[in-house]
T-cell receptor, first 112, second 113 residues
Framework: EPEVTQTPSHQVTQMGQEVILRCVPISNHLYFYWYRQILGQKVEFLVSFYNNEISEKSEIFDDQFSVERPDGSNFTLKIRSTKLEDSAMYFC??????????FGNGTRLTVT | AQSVTQLDSQVPVFEEAPVELRCNYSSSVSVYLFWYVQYPNQGLQLLLKYLSGSTLVESINGFEAEFNKSQTSFHLRKPSVHISDTAEYFCAVTEANFNKFYFGSGTKLNVKP
């Protein structure tokens, strides 16, 4: 069965550094998402992306965050200047139109 | 905006006992409902979904959930749990455009021998 793949599985970075989290969605999916889960808390929506533009974003997704689909397969989340509170598990998901999300295994981001 | 409430953060249960994990959502507009399961160090996997039709939906591994519009609930049940069902379960809701899925805070199911 096709999968959403995320790299790296764990990223450690220093406060203020830029990080790029990478995702390869399922190949025929058109809708892409980023969610995050701070340890022990709920899964939070960050952003949805369709047709090379953001469809919707949450209040968490401020100017420090950006997403990009640089080629036909990758979907990236960039955090420009990381803060301690950005430490979380970041999940990429993709879907077909009007269909459930398919999630990757996540990237654990630790900001020190 | 939607909100999803999973009142039970942890549910301990013995193997072969029945279990119900509760989920309530806030909005009365047309919604689509999902349960996801997360095993340790893995992503969320779709367990079952309600999009339309019969209000009782089933998964391949014996779980079922019933959409109750009047009570805005979508509780997950299994008549007899296995050790392998130990995981965290998330209820999720989306509206017609599927732009945004709202998740509950999760329920950790711990099945004991």
């Amino acid at each position: 069965e096709p999968e959403v793949t995320q790299t790296p599985s764990h990223q450690v970075t220093q406060m203020g550094q830029e990080v790029i989290l990478r995702c390869v969605p399922i190949s025929n999916h058109l809708y892409f998402y980023w969610y995050r889960q701070i340890l022990g808390q709920k899964v939070e929506f960050l952003v949805s992306f369709y047709n090379n533009e953001i469809s919707e974003k949450s209040e968490i997704f401020d100017d420090q965050f950006s997403v990009e689909r640089p080629d036909g397969s990758n979907f990236t989340l960039k955090i420009r200047s990381t803060k301690l509170e950005d430490s979380a598990m970041y999940f990429c998901a993709s879907s077909e139109p009007l269909s459930p999300l398919h999630f990757g295994n996540g990237t654990r981001l630790t900001v020190t | 905006a939607q909100s999803v409430t999973q009142l039970d953060s942890q549910v301990p249960v013995f193997e072969e006992a029945p279990v119900e994990l509760r989920c309530n959502y806030s909005s009365s507009v047309s919604v689509y409902l999902f349960w996801y399961v997360q095993y340790p160090n893995q992503g969320l996997q779709l367990l079952l979904k309600y999009l339309s039709g019969s209000t009782l939906v089933e998964s391949i591994n014996g779980f079922e959930a019933e959409f109750n519009k009047s009570q805005t609930s979508f509780h997950l049940r299994k008549p007899s749990v296995h050790i392998s069902d130990t995981a965290e379960y998330f209820c999720a809701v989306t509206e017609a455009n599927f732009n945004k899925f709202y998740f509950g805070s999760g329920t950790k199911l711990n099945v004991k021998p």
